[in-house]
């Protein structure tokens, strides 16, 4: 299986500050991330993909990109409690939609 | 947005039983996942199916395990028989036909096997 790893493994940022969270896969053939959200004791939802050299922004939260070292991190600007969550980074493996998890970054935002 | 659900929440039962576990995808979508997470670490994939066809499988997906989706009902997840290493928390996930899709994740069973 292929190796993704998630740093830090918890965060605590103030409300309206900026929470970064980091993924980096090992597998070079991984050409597509996605970040997802998970609230405790529910569904993890999509926040966002990206898969070109770069960034990203939507909203409150920007998403970069370095294919060389096959790192992605995510960026929560004026963090809200509500987005205190775990946050998931998946690397879309070569065949069929596989998708592989970090660990996952607990974020606490605190009011 | 578009929901998967998962029927049951939580299921407990004794090592050596069968059991299934149900997911009813998103309505349009034509490729099906399931995940496992045990306490503590990472979601791993296990297995999708496509076309009433297993395309991917993980190692995890031991011989005890099978899928299946017959004439667009469930999308099940049968153990049998089970063993302790099987308490985690299953994921189903749905995804439109495409190379990049969104995959849409149910809320989990936790299976418990005593």
């Known amino acids: 299986q292929q190796k993704v790893q998630q740093s830090p493994e918890s965060l605590i940022v103030p409300e309206g500050g900026m929470a970064s969270l980091n993924c980096t896969s090992s597998?070079?053939?991984?050409?597509y991330f996605w970040w997802y959200r998970q609230h405790s004791g529910k569904s993890p939802k999509m926040l966002m993909?990206?898969?070109?050299?770069g960034e990203k922004e939507e909203g409150r939260f920007t998403v970069h990109l370095n294919k060389a070292s096959l790192h992605t991190s995510l960026h929560i600007r004026d963090s809200q409690p509500s987005d205190s969550a775990l946050y998931l980074c998946?690397?879309?493996?070569?065949?069929?939609?596989?998708?592989?998890f970090g660990s996952g970054t607990k974020l606490t935002v605190e009011p | 947005g578009p929901k998967v659900l998962q029927i049951p929440s939580h299921q407990i039962i004794d090592m050596g039983q069968m059991v299934t576990l149900n997911c009813d995808p998103v309505?349009?979508?034509?490729?099906f996942y399931w995940y496992k997470q045990i306490l503590g670490q990472q979601m791993e994939f296990l297995v999708n199916?496509?076309?009433?066809?297993?395309?991917?499988k993980s190692k995890l997906f031991k011989d005890q395990f099978s899928v299946e989706r017959p004439d667009g009902s469930y999308f099940t997840l049968k153990i049998q028989p089970t063993a302790l290493e099987d308490s985690a928390v299953y994921f189903c996930?749905?995804?439109?036909?495409?190379?990049?899709?969104?995959?849409?994740f149910g809320p989990g069973t936790r299976l418990t096997v005593l």
């Open positions: 993909s990206i898969f070109s050299n």
């Open positions: 996930a749905s995804s439109l036909p495409g190379d990049y899709a969104e995959q849409f």
């Open positions: 597998d070079r053939n991984v050409d």
């Open positions: 309505s349009n979508h034509l490729y």
């Open positions: 998946a690397a879309l493996g070569p065949n069929y939609n596989v998708l592989y």
């Open positions: 199916f496509y076309n009433g066809k297993v395309m991917e």
